[in-house]
């Protein structure tokens, strides 16, 4: 049985670090502060916020939640944008995707002051990021990777599979990957043979929005799997059930390291965002990165 991957644990005593950070902030007179801004009524997105919101507070953040309704218009919602890249008390900006069609996604993300862009989602961030500047690096696959070399260490060398090519995981994955010095393939639904590529990866980041997809039989033996996927389904009881991208009961059986979802990658991703937004607040406050802060120079 493959070894469970606690993402649960690790974004608890990450969050411990950060509130360190934080009260050594207050001491100096600084709270960080992180405005989330949800437009419309998706039911998943509003527990994340709240999740978000919860334990921004207990790191000793302030939580700022603007809910909007599902009506209100791209003028509007950039006015806002606007205030909060101007207002003193919030270091970081995150506008909570996907957005109504009604609104165009990549004019909002432009919109944020790249400095206060805690998502990484940002064109200026992305390119500091490509080219192994010091851009913030997306939350879902900084704690992808924080997972990953807690299990393994050096990461260097290893055959890695990207499953999904997303602004938001894919992409910035595979180019965090490369920049520890793995050999990366990134697949994506035109990919041939897809089991195949899987079965030769050393580690395996499925983020394909599709449950339980990847089975234990895909899985190279001894794998380290890291299941991105949440997705809610509906069970005989009425009941929503979380379940990956990645059929666990068979996964575990071959894989060597996977994590669980729940309990896996989705605490690691607020944890991040919180760590951005402390890098955020040390950077806008021109005050040192701690060394155990990951970035990329
Ligand atoms: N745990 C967390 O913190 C987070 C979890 N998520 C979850 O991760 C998953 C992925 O999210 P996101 O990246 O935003 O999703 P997107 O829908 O934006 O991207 C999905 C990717 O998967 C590929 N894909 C879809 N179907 C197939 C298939 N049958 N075979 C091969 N490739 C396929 C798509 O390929 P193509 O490009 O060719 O269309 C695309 O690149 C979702 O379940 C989401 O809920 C997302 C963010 C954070
Ligand atoms: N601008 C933007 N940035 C994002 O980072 C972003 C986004 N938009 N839109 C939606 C996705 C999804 N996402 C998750 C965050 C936390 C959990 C999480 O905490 N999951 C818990 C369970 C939560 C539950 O029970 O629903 C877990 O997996 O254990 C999941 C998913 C961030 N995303």
Redesign the pocket.
């Known amino acids: 049985m493959a070894q469970l991957i606690d993402g649960k644990a690790f974004a608890a005593s990450l969050r411990n670090d950060i509130a360190e950070e934080v009260a050594k902030l207050h001491q100096q007179g600084i709270t960080p502060g992180l405005a989330v801004i949800l437009v419309g009524e998706d039911p998943a997105s509003q527990v994340y916020v709240r999740n978000k919101g919860k334990q921004t507070i207990e790191v000793g953040m302030s939580s700022f939640v603007h809910k909007l309704p599902e009506s209100t218009s791209q003028t509007d919602l950039l006015a806002l944008i606007n205030k909060l890249n101007n207002d003193n008390s919030v270091q970081g900006i995150l506008v909570q995707i996907p957005l109504p069609d009604h609104i165009d996604a990549d004019t909002v993300i432009n919109a944020i002051d790249p400095r206060k862009d805690v998502d990484g989602f940002h064109p200026v961030n992305v390119g500091r990021f490509s080219t192994g500047g010091n851009g913030t690096i997306p939350c879902?696959p900084l704690g992808c990777l924080m997972l990953l070399k807690d299990q393994l260490g050096d990461l260097s060398g290893a055959r890695a599979l990207v499953?999904?090519?997303?602004n938001?995981?894919?992409k910035p994955m595979s180019t965090l990957l490369l920049n520890e010095n793995c050999t990366v393939t990134t697949?994506?639904?035109?990919?041939k043979d897809?089991q195949e590529e899987c079965r030769r990866a050393d580690i395996l980041i499925v983020?394909?929005?599709?449950p339980e997809?990847v089975k234990g039989s895909w899985i190279k033996p001894g794998a380290t799997v890291i299941d991105?996927?949440?997705?809610r389904i509906e069970q005989d009881s009425g009941k929503a059930r979380l379940v990956g991208?990645v059929q666990f009961s068979s996964a575990a059986e071959v894989a060597g390291a996977i994590t669980p979802v729940p309990g896996g990658?989705?605490p690691m991703?607020i944890a991040c965002l919180l760590l951005n937004t402390l890098t955020a607040a040390l950077r806008q406050n021109d005050l040192p990165i701690p060394t155990w802060i990951p970035t990329q120079n």
Not at 163 to 166: I, V
């Open positions: 879902t499953l999904g090519r997303s938001i995981v894919g697949a994506h639904s035109r990919t897809l983020a394909v929005g599709r997809m991105v996927g949440i997705n991208d990658v989705g991703t």
